[in-house]
């Protein structure tokens, strides 16, 4: 099979680079596409994967410039199947090549973007959190995240320590995100006086910031994670993989009662939820590693099904 992947966001490298490995090693062909957004570049680059840029800009437009881009590579490689995570560019592409569809969610979406997307794909794969909500859907059980942090792809590097500056006798890691992406719905980041305030009450803290050289390797922030002592993020998915990996964790985002995999956690009391950071922030306690799905295996069986 010739098989293109789509890469709009950092999470998204994570999520299908070892399933990319395993469809190499089985004789499929594999073009990746991306977009230039925050660390996705540098995460392709530090795990050797070759991949083109699509265009990005204003989003009307873009979307009609990166559909056609993505169509033009999947024609070029006669591609049998096209592959994203809740991607419109990947579903016009696929649909106008008669090609089939296969994206990714973990998020309700909006009914524009689900219309453009979700609604024209062959299938649509989703967390049970998510189960009926969508048409062709298929479930597994668990969160997206564990597709990179099941035990058989993730080992902490303890080399990440050194190169971050820090010593494994304790350490809180902190994520602030920009807060303009398109499901932000504008909101402001938070100030820089509320982020000081927020640091000096962990103690020794990595900070981590959406769309700025913080300092971290991109591909060391999960061993830096998984060997810290607790998590604060303004984005869901680092408090996600807090949460999975039994990391006291706290996402603190006025969008967390929209997400079904966050509630989810927040049952588990593995996560604590805050809408703001007008009060005080208490992380989850610590506990095991959650017992996993092998997340990266549905992905295979989903992208080599053929309908």
Partial sequence: MKIIFDMGHPAHVHFFRHAIAELEKRGHTVKVTARDKDVTLRLLDAF??????????????NLVRATRFIRKVARELHADVLVGVHNPYIAGAAVSLKRECVLFTDTPGSAFVNRISL???????????LAGRFPNQVT??????????????????SGALARAGVSPDGYFLA????????????????REDERTRIISGL????????????GLAAQDLHSLLSQSSGCISEGATLAKEAAVLGIPAAYVSPLASELPPI????KTGRLM?????????VLS?????MEMCNVTSVIIREVEKRD
């Fill in 203 to 214: 103690g020794k803290t990595l900070v981590s910031l959406e769309n700025c050289d913080d």
């Fill in 140 to 157: 597994y059980p668990g969160f997206k995240e564990m597709a990179y942090l099941h035990p058989k792809y993730f080992k902490p590097d």
């Fill in 273 to 281: 939820v805050y809408s703001n950071f007008s009060s005080e922030i």
């Fill in 119 to 129: 609604e024209k794909a062959s299938r649509v794969v989703t967390p049970q959190c």
């Fill in 48 to 61: 050797g994967i070759p991949y083109v840029v699509r265009p990005t800009g204003w989003r009307p437009l």
């Fill in 285 to 289: 306690p610590k506990s095991a590693p």
């Fill in 263 to 266: 509630k989810e956690l927040v």
């Fill in 175 to 190: 994520r602030f995100i920009s807060w303009n992406a398109y499901h932000d719905g504008g909101m402001d980041r938070t």
